[in-house]
């Protein structure tokens, strides 16, 4: 009895232990009033590696709203958070495509572009890159949210569809930002964000991103696309909510 009391005991706590180590936000995202959009991505730390998983769909679809149901993620090892793997897949109105990124010294590049909406593959390619430290879009988000809390301007490197991209990024300040969980005292960020991409959600003009000062978490991101504009906010953490706090501060 006494050993069966020791062995829950000890199952209960790698439990806590794995819980502890993963966290996972989500937001929803509005055009005026009309919510047009959700995401969550997850992070979850493995030893020395951090990995992460996300997806957007759009809801309340219709002649304003284009159905869009991304997803992806991303191995990252740490501290220096350096790239590992990269996949993301992509439909986005009739556009469906799909990405995997492999860093070692260099970039093998993968992607299968389809016959519209189908699983009828139209095109298949394998590249190779030089990797020079240009990351895959959720490390150079990390490292955004890593570097913005030291610096209040500069550049991210990231490497997406083929090019190599310097973001550039400034610290515009510290504000309150109301979300349904409550205030949270953020820095804000502009980015300009100018990426060639295919698909529906072609970036436009400045986004701007509140970045909690306590948790390093998104709390608010007001982002442009060709197709229009969205502000999202934080709705719902689970897990860890210091996870990236501990994370990017090595």
């Known amino acids: 009895m006494d050993r069966a009391v020791k062995t829950v005991a000890v199952l209960l706590s790698l439990s806590s232990f794995s819980f502890s180590q993963e966290l996972k936000a989500c937001y929803r995202a509005y055009l005026f009033f ?19 998983e996300s997806f957007v769909r759009t809801i309340n ?6 159905r869009v149901y991304n ?16 996949v993301y897949y992509q439909e986005e109105g009739e556009f469906k495509r ?5 860093f070692n010294h260099k970039i093998k590049v993968k992607e299968i572009k389809y016959v519209k909406l189908s699983d009828e593959i139209e095109k298949k390619e394998e590249k190779e890159y030089e990797y020079r430290g240009f990351v895959d879009p959720y490390t ?10 030291k610096t209040s301007q500069g550049t991210v490197k990231m490497f997406y569809d083929d ?8 610290v515009k300040g510290i504000e309150v930002v109301e979300t349904p969980l409550g205030e949270f005292k953020a820095r804000k960020i502009e980015v300009y964000p100018n990426i060639e991409t295919k698909g529906l959600l072609k970036p436009k003009g400045l986004w701007y991103l509140w970045i909690d000062e306590e948790t390093n978490v998104p ?13 999202a906010r934080l709705e719902r953490i689970e897990g860890d909510r210091y996870l990236l706090k501990r994370v990017l501060k090595r």
């Open 34 to 52: 009309f919510p047009v959009a959700e995401t969550c991505i997850t992070y979850k730390q493995e030893n020395n590696h951090l990995k992460t």
């Open 61 to 66: 679809v219709g002649k304003l709203v284009k």
């Open 71 to 86: 997803r992806g993620g991303a191995t990252i090892i740490l501290p220096d958070l350096k790239p590992k793997h990269f």
């Open 98 to 102: 799909y990405q995997e990124y492999i």
């Open 140 to 149: 150079a988000s990390l490292i955004l949210y890593r570097d913005s809390s």
């Open 163 to 170: 090019k190599e991209y310097l973001l550039p990024y400034s």
């Open 219 to 231: 709390v608010r991101m007001d982002l442009k696309f060709v197709i229009g504009s969205a502000s």
